[in-house]
């Protein structure tokens, strides 16, 4: 079968190699449609130390169960199923409380084991979710990625978030604008450098769409919300001067979400200021299944809009998929790839 080879930093390629075979307890897909993440993005730059090459990526995806383990229940050959790609060990101390995102013992498809950028991808039958008719194998590809922006709001009180500001309108900030109106925030701020994605934040009903390269986001957000900042931040860019500034949103007793991945950040925060006004700085990692099975539900009842940010490529295209979401990031938001 054909397979994305990633063979080390911005080397990639697509190589012939022998198709998986189903253990027991697992069913192999003939993939459908798996979106690139931007951890994957990470990895082709040689940034993900857990990414070893050779590997396939790929952890978002969707396609249609080939073959079955002689263990397998509940599956026949033709389902359409889209998988939480996170194992976790379910008897540790964080599994047992539910928070089986921080499982120390975790492995990821598409990391620790072969993912679904590739014809044919094995995995646990435990981890797949059958999907309704309705929803479209490219959509389906979205679901994960939308578990992590539930994951986001999955800790906060729901009910008392009225403001929420977001820093960065990739992937994962737009998905976060949604679930914030979704639940309930009247004012929804948002900040990047590239005019398209800012376009997307306001056709998906941001109140304000603050171009980093015009505007003083801070100050921006302090003059709409009367000088008092925003009960919650999202930091989805992973810079020490973007987490400061997400601090720098909140109003009193605020709370600060730490999410994006990208550089090494070394933040130095003002350590009185959160002591003062009662501010709460959080990571988020990844989802549960409870938080996976809401994103399936909700993308499935069209309460988000994920079809507007990805566009199908061919799995043939994917080097050059990658390249330009990295390189040229004002062009695509996400790529899901279609082999
Ligand atoms: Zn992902
Ligand atoms: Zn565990």
Redesign the pocket.
């Known amino acids: 079968m054909r397979a994305l080879m990633y063979l080390g930093t911005r080397n990639m390629a697509i190589q012939a190699v022998p198709e998986p075979q189903a253990a027991p307890d697992e069913v192999v897909l003939k993939v459908s449609a798996a ?1 690139i ?4 993005l990470h990895g082709f730059l040689g940034k993900s130390k857990k990414r070893v090459p050779p590997l396939i990526m790929g ?2 995806f969707t396609g249609d169960v080939v073959a079955i383990g002689p263990e397998v229940e509940g599956f026949a050959i033709g389902d359409r199923v889209t998988i939480n ?1 996170i194992l976790t060990c379910g008897r540790c101390e964080e599994c047992q409380r539910g928070r089986s995102s921080i499982c120390p013992a975790r492995k990821v498809i598409g990391i620790d084991r072969p993912g679904a950028f590739a014809e044919y991808v094995a995995v646990p039958a435990h981890l797949c979710f059958k999907l309704p008719d309705h929803v479209g194998d490219v959509e389906g590809s979205m679901i ?2 939308l578990s ?1 922006a539930l994951h986001i709001f999955d800790r906060s009180l729901h009910g008392l978030i009225k403001s929420v500001a977001i820093v960065g309108a990739g992937t994962q900030g737009l998905l976060a604008l949604q679930v914030a109106r979704l639940i309930g925030a009247t004012q929804v701020f948002i900040t990047d450098l590239v005019p398209s994605r800012l376009r997307m934040a306001e056709q998906f009903g941001v109140t304000a769409a603050i171009d980093v390269r015009s505007a003083d986001p801070v100050a921006a957000v302090m003059e709409r919300t009367n000088g008092r900042g925003v009960d919650l931040s999202v930091e989805a860019v992973g810079h020490a001067s973007t987490q400061r500034q997400a601090v720098s949103f909140l109003k009193q007793g605020g709370e600060a979400v730490f999410l994006g991945l990208g550089a090494e950040s070394n933040v130095e925060l003002d350590g009185l200021a959160i002591v003062n006004r009662e501010l709460t700085i959080r990571g988020s990692y ?1 989802y549960t299944n409870l938080d996976f099975a809401r994103s399936l539900d909700l993308i499935g009842g069209g309460k988000i809009d994920v079809k507007s940010m990805v566009a199908p490529k061919a799995l043939d295209r994917g080097v050059e998929m990658f390249e330009t979401l990295v390189d040229r990031p004002g062009e695509l938001i996400k790529v899901a790839l279609v082999p």
């Open positions: 979106s993440c931007g951890s994957d952890h978002e790609p994960e990625s992590n990844a």
